[in-house]
């Protein structure tokens, strides 16, 4: 079984819509993160979470919210989706700073 | 500010023949430095790491990287392409003092080895 999953793999919404990705691991990890990537800008950080308590905006966090459930869980919505927040969403989670990032599967968000 | 560079697009290379990714990094400090790899419809999967020490770290699928200080790059590299190793590669670093161990990405390059 994976280690970090994602839910939904694909999903193609209206502008206005509510969405809801999510983000589940077993590596017992603390730290949490969402991504977004679009061709040409590399990966860019949305969100961050060292536990249930502890929510941090990265770059990028606008129009975007997170609510980190449990240690393994950590969603990410969008409130009132855009079409510019079409782009691949990846959540990923490290066991402590300076350690590799493990990456799920990613979800491609389509915004119409 | 920060900001991590790879200064090529796309990189082409015959199957068999040595390949190099670039990146360059400026980020205060001493940072973290990594390589990550993503194949189509996949997830990045990590290939190495720069911590301390030599300055040539060796990862997985027969790649290695070059930490070099004074010009603040840190090339991944692997002896002799093969086709398989065609994907998206992505250059990170994180700093020291960052104890969250967020990432900051470079744009990506796209490898494509020919038979």
């Known amino acids: 079984d994976a280690d970090v999953t994602q839910t939904p793999r694909n999903r193609i919404t209206k502008t206005g819509k509510r969405i809801m990705l999510e983000c589940s691991q077993t590596?017992?990890?603390?730290?949490m993160y969402w991504y977004r990537q679009d061709p040409g800008l590399g990966l860019r950080l949305i969100y961050y979470s060292f536990d249930v308590k502890d929510i941090n905006k990265g770059e990028i966090s606008d129009g975007y919210s997170v609510s980190r459930q449990a240690q393994a869980k950590f969603s990410l919505s969008l409130e009132s989706a855009i079409p510019n927040q079409t782009a691949l969403y990846f959540c990923?989670?490290?066991?402590?700073?300076?350690?590799?990032?493990?990456f799920g599967p990613g979800t491609r968000l389509t915004v119409l | 500010a920060q900001s991590v560079a790879q200064p090529e697009d796309q990189v082409n290379v015959a199957e068999g023949n040595p390949l190099t990714v670039k990146c360059t990094y400026s980020?205060?400090?001493?940072?973290?430095l990594f390589w990550y790899v993503q194949y189509p419809n996949r997830g990045l999967q990590f290939l190495l790491k720069y911590i301390t020490g030599d300055n040539l770290v060796k990862g997985s699928y027969g790649f290695e990287a070059e930490f070099n200080k004074s010009q603040t790059s840190f090339h991944l590299k692997k002896p002799s392409a093969l086709v398989s190793d065609s994907a998206l590669y992505f250059c990170?670093?994180?700093?020291?003092?960052?104890?969250?161990?967020?990432?900051?990405f470079g744009a990506g390059t796209q490898v494509v080895v020919t038979p």
């Open positions: 990923a989670t490290s066991a402590q700073g300076g350690n590799e990032q493990f």
């Open positions: 980020v205060s400090g001493n940072p973290y």
């Open positions: 590596k017992g990890h603390d730290r």
């Open positions: 990170a670093v994180s700093p020291r003092t960052d104890s969250w161990g967020k990432l900051q």
